[in-house]
């Protein structure tokens, strides 16, 4: 039905244009042109709000029923990663754990990690270098805070020697 529309539309939109530029020749010339078909007729690139078809989608959208859900969770869980350069420059503290305060767009984002999964990032990321380790915080978000959270280092593996691994076990 939408098609329909959309080329009645054109129609008339061809017919005033035609009927418009007539008006503006004086009377002793005629106007040659070819028979309007939908494919051989350009639009002007003047204003693109005279043309109906976004009124037509507007009017289309609005008709669609969406019907709104909502359930309630128990958790949102995170998982952030990090740039391997900055976790390897990070002190280690002496303590068990470790306040790390995240930044991302504007917002802080406060969490405690374990001094034992820090210093094992740090070796990895020493023995392996930092474009070869992905480096991530895994944990439950709860407002600026981010509860019950793991730092975690993970060697970076390519396809091929995914594969390689599996045929030599």
């Known amino acids: ?62 008709k669609i029923s969406m019907t709104k859900l909502s359930v309630t969770a128990r958790a949102i869980k995170v998982t952030v990663p990090l740039d391997p350069a900055a976790i390897s420059t990070l002190p280690l503290p002496n303590g068990e754990r470790a306040e790390l305060t995240v930044g991302c767009e504007g917002q802080q984002y406060v969490t405690s990690i374990s001094t034992k999964s820090l210093r094992k990032a740090k070796n990895a990321i020493g023995a392996n270098g930092a474009e070869k380790i992905f480096v991530m915080l895994q944990g439950k978000l709860k407002g600026h805070e981010i509860i019950e959270c793991g730092l975690v280092a993970q060697v970076k593996t390519t396809k091929a020697t995914k594969e390689t691994q599996g045929v030599a076990k």
């Not at 503006?24 to 005279?50: C, F, H, M, Y």
């Open 1 to 62: 039905m939408t098609r329909d529309v959309n080329r009645a539309l054109e129609q008339v939109e061809r017919a005033l244009e035609h009927i418009l530029d007539r008006s503006k020749l004086p009377k002793n010339e005629t106007v040659k042109t070819k028979s309007p078909t939908i494919r051989g007729w350009r639009a002007s690139a003047s204003d693109p709000s005279q043309y109906a078809e976004p009124k037509a989608r507007a009017v289309f959208r609005g």
